[in-house]
């Protein structure tokens, strides 16, 4: 089959954000066109299409059905469960077969620009797509669990006012490969291949990197739903939270559709201190918000909804505000967890982190009421890799500067 040809076939699940594009504002992201653009070696990606799609891509090839089957099978499990990147290792695959597969089809990760690691052993990758976005990706490990906080977007549309990813505009969606591919590239980068099920330092995933989730929907979905297939990279969904600023038509639908824990970027009270730092209540408000958490499908006291609370000087601090904060979780009767997250400062932020005494006082008070509400240890602050803290490096450093730290790797790698 000639290569023009496998432009005939560009799988749904791969292309249906990769075509959207939002408007940045305090608005729902309206979808616009965006010419799909192959990778300039014509090849398709394999990495991040589900099963169906995996054995259409090979049949389109050419390939005949069953064949297709088997191949499809076989690379999944030289993908997913080896973490091969190449067809030439694919020892049940034929020799003659190998080079026809990587005249057609790659098996991709992000290009790292940049790796850095924090004195408390938190890492972060600054990424690159093919087509020149930069996002990041962090590993937090602990002494029970290693999580790690994906990326749904380049940017951010939302502009919360604390968070440093909120200054940067939203440039687009990232696609499903995008995503499994950090997931991918954390496993490389932990020695972590061949899969197992037990021992492994990657044991959680968070969506709470650069940009929405809610807003990157269906690659989100299909990435996750490839995360946690039991053939795959095999993570439960119960190790799986999704967090949202508020989106809330898409909460029911996430809670269906993907079924992972659910975390609330809640970080306000009352409807003036939230408008101002999380500018999406003015179209969705707190009693908006915290029904669609009590209608949160799988929402139990075995998987509680948790919310995120940024803890910010003279701004949502104070005693009265944590007393509304356990009457609001009682009033919806809300199986509830909060995370109380000192502020992690950036260049040009307008707030500054509460007291140690102030979060106390803060804390004690919602454990009073019934209510978990540990303080998160700030991780990863001295490579700006904490809470709020994810920014592209891309916008710190000139182009030049990044194109010749990428030339070094690739030189170093041969």
Known sequence: MEKESLFAYVPAMQITETLTMSIPGHIDPVPVPRAFVPRADGRIDLIGLSKADLRLALETAQLEPRQAKLRAKQLWHWMYNRGATQFSVMTDISKTMQPWLEQRFVISRPQVIEAQVSTDGTRKWLLRSDDGQDYEMVFIPDADRGTLCVSSQ????????????????????????????????????????????????????????????????????DALKLIMDGDGLSLSKRRITLSTSGVVPMMARAGEEIGVNLAVSLHGVTKEVRDEIVPLNRKYGIEE?????ADYPGANNARRITFEYVMLKDKNDSDAEARELVRLIKKYQL????????????????????????????????????????????????????????????????????????????????
């Open 154 to 221: 380049v940017g951010c549309t939302l502009n919360c006012r604390f968070c440093h990813t909120g200054t940067m505009r939203l440039v687009r969606n990232l696609t499903a490969s995008e995503i499994v591919g950090q997931v991918m590239l954390a496993r490389d980068g932990l020695g972590e291949w061949p899969s197992q099920p037990e021992g492994r330092l990657l044991t959680n995933i968070v969506m709470m990197g650069m940009g929405e989730p809610l807003y990157n929907f269906e690659a989100v979905r």
């Open 289 to 293: 918000l915290l029904q669609a958490c």
């Open 335 to 414: 199986p509830a967890k909060v995370n109380l997250i000192p502020f992690n400062p950036w260049p040009g932020a307008n707030y500054e982190c509460s007291t140690p005494e102030r979060i106390k006082s803060f804390s004690s008070i919602v454990f009073a009421g019934g209510i978990s509400a540990p303080v998160r240890t700030p991780r990863g602050r001295d490579i700006d890799a904490a809470c709020g803290q994810l920014k592209t490096a891309s916008e710190k450093k000139s182009r030049a500067e990044l194109d010749a730290l990428a030339d070094e790797k690739q030189a170093a790698l041969g």
